[in-house]
């Protein structure tokens, strides 16, 4: 069993840049396939990143693409999704979330995932 703690969030102006931290505890991030969803109030939580590491993949929805970059870091055990460009939209409580991995799962839904972080939040002032 894997815990997660999410940090790095905070306000920031538009075109500004954030790096989001998943410290992880009790197995090593190697272990899993990783994911970043984010939720707005009133809305679904929806995919944002997803990393693998046997295969070395990265997938982004489209709306972030070539703006965030999810990534990993093995002797910190932490996981990390770098904003630049922020826009408006991408105000929300953002999620590190961690999973098996493996063939037939897109890393896409909420159900590729077993461990959850507690989220943090991302504000983005015009």
């Known amino acids: 069993q894997v815990q997660l703690v999410e940090s790095g969030g905070g306000t920031e102006q538009a075109g500004g840049s954030l790096r989001l931290s998943c410290a992880a505890s009790g197995r090593t991030i190697t272990s899993y396939a990783w994911g970043w969803f984010r939720q707005d109030p009133g809305k679904e939580r929806e995919f944002v990143a997803a990393?693998?590491?046997?295969?070395?993949?990265?997938s982004y929805t489209d709306s972030v693409s070539g703006r965030f970059t999810i990534s990993g870091d093995n002797a910190q055990n932490t996981v990390y999704l770098q904003i630049n460009s922020l826009k408006p939209e991408d105000t929300a409580v953002y999620y590190c979330?961690?999973?098996?991995?493996?063939?037939?799962?897109?890393?896409?839904?909420?159900?590729?995932?077993?461990?959850w972080g507690q989220g943090t939040q991302v504000t983005v002032s015009v």
């Open positions: 990393m693998t590491w046997n295969l070395g993949r990265t």
């Open positions: 979330a961690a999973g098996p991995g493996g063939v037939g799962r897109s890393l896409r839904r909420e159900s590729d995932y077993n461990y």
